[in-house]
């Protein structure tokens, strides 16, 4: 099944061209186009997305990303295009996008749930085969807006175990890149900085370690990095960057792997764009090849935003749930385990579109 698929719910315009096949049995992916064009250059000046400038960038993206892979968009079976969560200017620049497409190839449309974009990407990584005998699985998704620990039982059911009360882990990433007045996206910067520090130098506290839930908590975090760095006028810049990822790495793998425990899982999946982070990805390898569990992440292509990602989801949503025709559209299927999984889709969905 060929897929076109098209992402903008932040500041990456992105689009792509997958062929889908194996079913939910035996998933495979080729990918035939992965088109992003990146915003970076014009929000670095602002510290930060600037939600309408975003769009009028993807409104201007997506026909030039279109006209790329034109050639190959006849045969397409499903156009496929993020539906939420993510920023809605941007989000609506991509679905008017795909729905004059749809109609214009007369093709089936179908909105996707960004998050279960990022849950899928961890099947898109060059070195890992997918394991044929991989749940029940923890998922850790860690992306700019959110940070999410779900039991997966299969491809496609799973449940939320916990999330972020407060700032994601990306969001915390970049707020204390700003505070160390790193540029715009603070993320990648702080991680450059941090491997020349020394991660023991500062002890910052380790929110929420203890508690018994799967919930996590990063704005004290950042809050105790803002008080140090005021107290500490003579601050090393790497250690402090250094001591605060591994504060944030720590709960991350300590929460994760302890859920693993907990539910016996097989394997550990990691993903969103803090996913991209090294260290991390390196720290939860390792945890796992500890506890002899299967350890998947993705391409470092295929962590932060994308549209791959995107027709991934959309693939195994019309598995579950087949498109009817043109405009009519699936809702993004988010969890799906009976009255309490729709309650749990209303909480990570977050977009209910009517496309
Ligand atoms: O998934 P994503 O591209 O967009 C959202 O859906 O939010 O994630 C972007 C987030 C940003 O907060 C960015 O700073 C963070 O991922 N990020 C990183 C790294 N690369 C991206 N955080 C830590 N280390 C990185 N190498
Ligand atoms: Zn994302």
Not at 121 to 149: E, R
Request: hydrophobic share 40%.
């Amino acid at each position: 099944m060929k897929i076109l698929s098209i992402e903008t719910s932040c500041d990456e315009t992105a689009l792509s061209l997958i062929d889908a096949n194996g079913g939910l049995k035996k998933p495979h992916f080729k990918i035939l186009k992965n088109l992003v064009a990146s915003q970076i250059k014009i929000h670095q000046p602002f510290g930060g997305v600037v939600p309408n400038l975003a769009k009028r960038e993807h409104i201007k993206n997506l026909p030039i990303l279109l006209e790329k892979i034109k050639a190959s968009i006849k045969s397409t079976d499903l156009i496929a295009v993020t539906a939420g969560p993510g920023l809605e200017p941007c989000l609506w620049a991509g679905i008017e996008f795909a729905k004059d497409l749809a109609k214009k190839l007369k093709k089936p449309l179908t909105g996707v749930n960004h998050l279960e974009g990022h849950l899928y990407s961890v099947l898109l990584a060059k070195k890992n085969k997918i394991p044929l005998d991989m749940f029940p699985a923890i998922a850790l998704i860690v992306s700019g807006g959110h940070t999410i620990l779900l039991l997966m039982k299969d491809l496609t059911h799973y449940k939320k175990l916990g999330e972020t009360r407060d700032d994601a882990a990306g969001e915390a990433f970049d707020k204390v890149a700003r505070l160390l007045n790193l540029p715009y996206p603070g993320g990648p910067q702080l991680e450059k900085v941090a491997a020349l520090g020394n991660a023991d130098a500062i002890p910052f506290p380790r929110p929420m370690l203890n508690q018994k839930n799967y919930d996590f908590s990063f704005s004290g975090l950042k809050t105790a990095v803002l008080y140090y760095l005021r107290e500490n006028k003579k601050f090393s810049a790497a250690n402090t960057a250094a001591s605060f990822q591994q504060a944030v790495i720590d709960v991350l793998t300590t929460k994760t792997f302890r859920a693993a425990d907990c539910f016996k899982a097989k394997s550990v999946l990691l993903s969103g764009g803090v996913a991209n982070n090294k260290v991390l990805r390196q720290t939860f390898k390792k945890q796992a090849q500890k506890k002899k569990i299967n350890f998947l992440a993705p391409s470092l292509e295929f962590t932060t935003d994308n549209a791959t990602m995107t027709a991934v989801a959309a693939y195994f949503g019309q598995l579950k749930k087949p498109c009817l025709s043109g405009r009519q559209a699936c809702l993004p299927p988010a969890c799906r385990s009976g009255r309490a999984g729709r309650k749990k889709h209303r909480l990570i969905a977050q977009a209910h579109l009517n496309l």
